[in-house]
Structure formats: C-alpha cells, structure tokens
C-alpha cells in the first residue's frame, strides 16, 4: 500500500564554502551558518535522508591519493563514504557532485540508532583506475565496499549534522569545497 509523502528540505547552503587543502585532518566542508541542528527523536527506523553536495575539487598528479567525505551527527561519523581514489592527471577546481542516501536502521540513546547508506561520486578528478577517464567524468559508489551501518549515534538528542573532507595526502594542490550543500528528508 502507498504512502503520500513529500520531499522537506532541512537545509540548502546560502554560501560557498572554505577549501580544504595541504591536510589528512578531518575538516568539516559546511560554512558554520549552513549547519542544521535535527531535533531530537527525528531520526527514526525506515526515515530516508538524501545529502548532495556539489562543488569544486582539484588533485595533484603522479600519487595524488585519496579523498573521504563523511556525514557527521556531532562528533560522530554516521556515514562514511570511504576513500576515493584521485586521478593521476593533474586537475584544478573542476567540478564534482556527491550524493548521499541515508536510511535510518536503528533509533535509540547512547549509540543505540545507526544510519546506513551509499552515495556516489561523479568528477573528472576521481579515478576508478587511478588514470584520468577519457570518455567523461568518472562516477563512483561509496563507499567501495559491502554496505554496513555506521557508526552509531543518540538519536534521543539533537543532532548537527555536518559534511567533512578527509585528504590521505597533504599538499596544496589536493583541494575540495563546496558550492552547494542540500540536506532533505524523502519521507
């Protein structure tokens, strides 16, 4: 049997945000204004998050290494989207596209409720062979592994939920930033 539902956008960036380069440290992407605070007991089992963010990303060439974007519920990371291989082709700030879709498993205090979820990636700068793509931008599943759940949250409490950029080599010419961030419930 169907169920009406509508599409609720919780949050839409109203700003660009700070690049992240020359770090391996775990740095949220999102611009402090466009942080959200979900209110307590929202999360619960079968609830269907989408998170997209778009944006601009650059690598280095010969060993540019790997990017991580995760989704954090405060200071926990809910959703890992796995490393993903740069390209060995040197790029400057071309564009990407992430998206996230998030269900909720489990609901509870403590580390009781859990997300699980896969995104996909699409850039020229992201590389399923290492080399550039020659036909298009690359697109990839994240993570590139068997889904599991994450790590588990309180979902009793509020929660901020936050985007980070993760470079397993630090270097200037390894960027990432954002243009556009959308945080939505489908349900």
Do not use: C, Y
Request: glycine share 8%; aromatic share 6%.
């Amino acid at each position: 049997m169907s169920r009406q539902t509508w599409v609720e956008t919780f949050r839409a960036s109203k700003s660009q945000g700070a690049s992240l380069s020359n770090s391996t440290t775990p740095t949220s992407l999102l611009p402090t204004a466009d942080k959200i605070t979900l209110p307590n007991n929202l999360l619960e089992p079968g609830k269907v998050i989408r998170v997209t963010a778009t944006g601009r990303i650059s690598n280095i060439v010969t060993t540019p290494g790997t990017l991580t974007l995760d989704i954090r519920l405060g200071a926990v990371v809910a959703f890992n989207g796995g490393a993903m291989q740069l390209s060995t082709t040197a790029h400057t700030t071309v564009p990407f596209w992430w998206q996230a879709l998030l269900t909720v498993r489990a609901e509870g205090s403590s580390t009781s409720a859990n997300l699980i979820g896969q995104a996909v990636m699409l850039s020229q700068a992201v590389s399923i062979s290492g080399a550039d793509p020659t036909t298009g931008h690359s697109l990839l599943l994240t993570p590139n592994t068997t889904p599991a759940a994450g790590t588990g949250f309180d979902s009793t409490a509020s929660q901020t939920v936050d985007l980070f950029g993760t470079f397993s080599i630090a270097n200037a010419g390894n960027l990432v930033g954002l243009e556009q961030f959308v945080l939505e419930s489908l349900n």
